[in-house]
């Protein structure tokens, strides 16, 4: 099962994820952010309060409790052509 492993802010509403197959890439959640009008994402829109995010169990979390999956997160960006294989 594919989990994040690390996760930096990567300027505003973006993080580089690394993940346990080894492959990282930058996601950019400007447009989750802008698509969910929730009191979970609407916060989130800070640039600020975006790059506390850090890794629960190998997924991605916020201080406010919202969760994303690590392999959603991976088949997306790996659809999009956002993963390359971090160099050994």
């Known amino acids: 099962m594919i989990k994040i492993t690390s996760c930096k802010a990567d300027g505003d509403l973006r993080l ?9 890439g930058i996601w950019n959640a400007a447009p ?4 969910k009008d929730t009191p979970l ?16 169990n190998g997924a991605l979390a916020w201080p406010n409790g919202l969760e994303l ?8 960006m790996e659809t999009a ?8």
């Open 16 to 24: 580089r994820l690394t993940f346990s197959d080894g492959s990282t």
């Open 32 to 35: 989750l952010l802008a698509s």
């Open 41 to 56: 994402t609407i916060p989130l829109r800070e640039p600020q309060a975006f790059a506390r995010a850090f890794i629960d």
């Open 69 to 76: 999956a690590p392999w959603t997160l991976h088949q997306e």
């Open 81 to 88: 052509g956002l993963l390359s294989k971090e160099a050994a």
